[in-house]
């Protein structure tokens, strides 16, 4: 990949997930995690998110039910934060967490709906 294709993920990363996250996430990799991180940057976020076809709020629903799906629950209440950020309403994410359980299974469904309520009371207090 190239340097271009990390920037853009960089900055579609900070603007989906918040700068301050993304950055301490890349300040927090050590030799070990680095070559990672760049990967998450440059692959998913610069060559998967930096694609045009869909827009953020599409691709946002779409990860949540894929991580939903794959029982990732630290991914799956980070995405959500993002979901919001990019603008999904509540009602969005319900109709598509109902569509998760429908085809992923209800317990998937149940465990995405019980991440959700969190992320909001979350939201909600702060």
């Known amino acids: 990949m190239s340097d271009e294709m990390f920037e853009r993920g960089l900055k579609i990363r900070k603007e989906v997930l918040g700068a301050e ?4 996430s890349l ?3 050590d030799d070990f995690s680095r070559d990672f991180q ?7 976020w610069g060559a998967g998110w930096g ?3 869909l827009t953020l709020r599409e691709k946002s629903l779409l990860n949540l039910v894929m991580l939903g799906t794959l029982n990732r ?25 109902m569509q ?4 992923a299974g209800i317990p998937a469904g149940v465990e995405a709906f019980r991440l959700a309520r969190e992320v ?3 939201i909600d207090k702060a």
């Open 21 to 24: 996250y993304v950055e301490k």
């Open 27 to 29: 300040h927090a990799a």
């Open 38 to 44: 760049n990967l998450v940057t440059e692959y998913c």
């Open 51 to 53: 694609r045009s076809a």
């Open 73 to 97: 629950s630290s991914e799956f209440k980070l995405h959500l934060k993002g979901a919001l950020t990019n603008g999904c309403t509540r009602e969005e994410i319900k109709d598509t967490l």
């Open 100 to 103: 998760l359980a429908i085809y």
């Open 120 to 122: 909001f009371a979350e």
